[in-house]
């Protein structure tokens, strides 16, 4: 096989770190391409301790012992293992080895490409850690039904490093179809030599690479891809479409069809593993807009969803999701024993109390969560610790949580439009059923420990007064805790024997059980607690009326003060460009928040921080005239090529915004033409708003 190089881009990194950033591509190739979902190795042999002089011999040895990797070829692409064998071999037979002094170091590599549409791309990854090459082979696509055999010499490519003259090179076979470049690989040269050289190149030089599979190590990749496409295509558009909430549809449609996709991977692999005849059932704890459990009910789990606070978009889902407005506070009355799974997306002050929830509702229940907003038990969460985000810090706290309540606490990271994406799944049980009375012990201690560090030194923590349902070999049992302890309320034992109960009305006593004991509505809607029955007596739920943090709130006077104070002190920066039409307009300079927030007396500040978010959140609700960058803070010039952009893409976001953007046109005045020396950069006919008030137009 002869190559071609057709680009090169210049690297101050190491062979070794070259081969890491190698690795990542072999492992992880949809961080660098972002139509993949992920990749499958089907086969994998890493050879560094052979004897082989050249490829040839390393290949006929390892085809000598091909069942595993005909067995996985073929189950990817749906071949017999005949056609599988036969185009492995072709493959292999167009490579001729490269001529080496001293004896290769090989990785071979056959992986399974998962596209995020109906298609996959099966290649051979070839990786002489000698000569640091790495080859690219493939020689199947498959695309909906339809498989495909490759002609290999049209689409393989070659990366090198060249440690002496620092370069990276990208070569292609002598016949690369150019007609068929997004075929098979789905790469152009182009693609290859401006995106992934240049991505390569970056990462040899970083000092630390995460060379593992983080995210979405759980489940089964490719099925997830195939539940997620199912989703998007059934869901997705259409809701985008209707979206009645003041939220981004495009970002919290496409997260909660991800999260969706991740559970219902997770739940059929779970029904898969312990052999279960029926789909789950949950609880959304904190449902926000509704959506997820829309989703989830949709494809057949039975569930609800629980909110302080009723949304628009609720109105669209009724008929379908079981959505229900009132407030969780962790007591007795807040259990759940009748529901397999408790989910925690964006729970806020609720998400330590889940994995809690979740331990004293029965032995069985499991918890999914997606921790955001940081909560401790009864206060804002402050966990101190150098070299590690706050974030960081939460999500050890809230894993803590988990381990502590006796779960198996395992973490993910899903693929969602979110900056917070780590997730925890409390499946599994760290104790046996029967030791129900130490946990509890321990989950009491935690609790306390945790409310007696901060603020709610004073708060009272109420044993738990509730049930402890229990699956052992015997059967069902359920024990029943009070504050002294176990009480004997049946047997001696305090617990129901599965010889007391017939199993057809197990649920019917357990039910009735729960309500006797404990008072819990059967309907889990509660109407008020009473103080003995709440865990934590400083814990508050957060208001029913949601006080908005971004400056809606707060009189115009005042924000256009801020505002113009603001642009007065930018403006002494003298920074002056020539506008098409030949004007001078000085842009200003570029200020830290901390300079700016020195403009302010300190009871403004902090007005504005418990009213409105803040002086940054202020000015980034002023995204026309300032731009708030870093930490920093400039003026926007609205000529610019970068403005125009950032103004297609807001319009581009939001469905039938186009339309109202045009409504909406010279309806506001110009902050420019009103408070700027040179006035608006934009001539009055090609600005949207209205310079002067001659010009201002009813909004309709």
């Known amino acids: 096989m002869k190559w071609s190089e057709v680009g090169n881009v210049e690297t101050n990194g190491t062979c ?332 806020d002050e609720l998400t330590p109390w889940i994995p809690v929830i979740a331990a004293r509702s029965h032995y069985n229940c499991r918890y999914f969560l997606l921790p955001c907003c940081a909560w401790d038990f009864t206060e804002k969460f402050s966990g101190k610790g150098q070299g590690t985000s706050q974030y960081h810090r939460y999500l050890e706290f809230v894993s803590e949580v988990g381990v502590v309540c006796g779960f198996e606490v395992e973490r993910d990271v899903l693929r969602i439009p979110s900056t917070k994406r780590a997730c925890f799944i409390g499946m599994e049980r760290s104790y046996q059923s029967g030791d129900g009375n130490s946990i509890e012990t321990r989950i009491c201690d935690y609790i306390r420990e945790r409310c007696h560090r901060g603020s709610a030194k004073t708060s009272r923590l109420v044993p738990f007064n509730g049930i402890c349902g229990k699956i052992g070999s015997g059967g069902h049992s359920v024990q029943i805790i009070s504050e002294t302890g176990y009480q004997d309320e049946t047997n001696g034992h305090g617990l129901y024997d599965s010889n007391d109960l017939e199993s057809g009305n197990f649920e019917a006593e357990l039910q009735k059980s729960i309500v006797e004991t404990t008072n819990v509505n059967p309907n889990l809607i509660s109407t008020g607690l009473k103080d003995d029955s709440r865990w934590a007596e400083a814990f508050q739920p957060r208001g029913a009326i949601e006080t908005p943090k971004n400056a809606v709130c707060l009189p115009q006077s005042v924000k256009d003060l801020i505002a113009v104070t603001v642009l007065k002190k ?40 418990s009213e409105c978010g803040g002086l940054q959140t202020l000015l980034k609700n002023c995204p026309d005239v300032f731009l708030v960058q870093s930490g920093n803070i400039g003026l926007r010039n609205w000529t610019t090529v970068e403005y125009l952009k950032y103004r297609a893409s807001r319009i581009k976001k939001q469905p039938n915004s186009a339309t109202r953007a045009e409504e909406k046109r010279k309806t506001k005045l110009c902050f420019f033409f009103q408070h700027h020396p040179d006035g608006c950069p934009l001539e009055s006919s090609d600005c949207r708003f209205a310079h002067g008030s001659s010009e201002t137009k009813q909004l309709l």
Not at 110 to 125: A, D, F, G, H, S
Not at 583 to 605: A, H, I, Y
Request: proline share 3%.
């Open 16 to 347: 070794k770190r070259f081969l890491d950033s190698v690795e990542i591509w072999r492992k992880k190739p949809h961080v660098v391409n972002r139509r993949l979902v992920g990749a499958e190795l089907l086969w994998s042999v890493d050879d560094d301790d052979s004897d082989y002089r050249s490829l040839d011999g390393f290949v006929t040895n390892l085809l000598a012992t091909r069942d595993i990797l005909i067995r996985n070829v073929s189950d990817a692409v749906g071949l017999n293992a005949g056609s599988a064998l036969e185009a492995i071999k072709q493959t292999f037979e167009g490579i001729s080895s490269p001529p080496v002094d001293e004896c290769g170091r090989w990785m071979i590599t056959v992986r399974c490409l998962l596209y995020k549409n109906p298609k996959k791309t099966v290649e051979v990854i070839i990786i002489d850690k000698t000569t640091t090459e790495a080859v690219f082979l493939p020689f199947f696509e498959i695309h909906e039904d339809t498989t495909l055999l490759a002609k290999v010499n049209d689409f393989g490519y070659k990366l090198w490093l060249d440690e002496r003259n620092k370069k990276i090179v990208l070569f292609v076979c002598d016949t690369w179809n150019s007609d068929l470049d997004l075929s098979s690989g789905s790469y152009s040269t182009a693609w290859l030599s401006d995106v992934l050289l240049n991505k390569l190149a970056r990462w040899s030089e970083e000092k630390t690479l995460n060379t593992e599979v983080t995210s979405l190590r759980l489940v089964n990749i490719e099925r997830y891809s195939q539940v997620y496409n199912k989703l998007k295509h059934k869901y997705g558009k259409y809701f985008v479409q209707i979206w009645p909430e003041q939220t981004d549809p495009s970002k919290f449609v496409y997260e909660d069809i991800g999260i969706a996709a991740y559970l219902l991977v997770l739940w059929e692999m779970e029904r898969h593993q312990k052999g279960l005849t029926t789909h789950q059932s949950f609880v959304d704890i904190g449902c926000g807009n509704g959506f997820l459990v829309y989703l989830l009910t949709s494809e057949g789990h039975p569930g609800f969803g629980i909110d302080i606070r009723r949304r628009k978009i609720w109105d669209l889902l009724s008929e379908t999701a079981d959505l229900k407005e009132y407030a969780i506070n962790p007591s007795d009355d807040s259990l759940f024993p009748n529901h397999d799974w408790l989910i925690g997306n964006h729970s």
């Open 570 to 609: 930018v403006l002494e920066t003298a920074n002056s460009v020539t506008l098409s039409n030949g004007r001078s307009w000085n842009q200003g300079g570029v200020m830290s928040l901390n300079e700016v927030s020195q403009l302010f007396e300190k009871d403004v500040l902090l007005q504005l921080k």
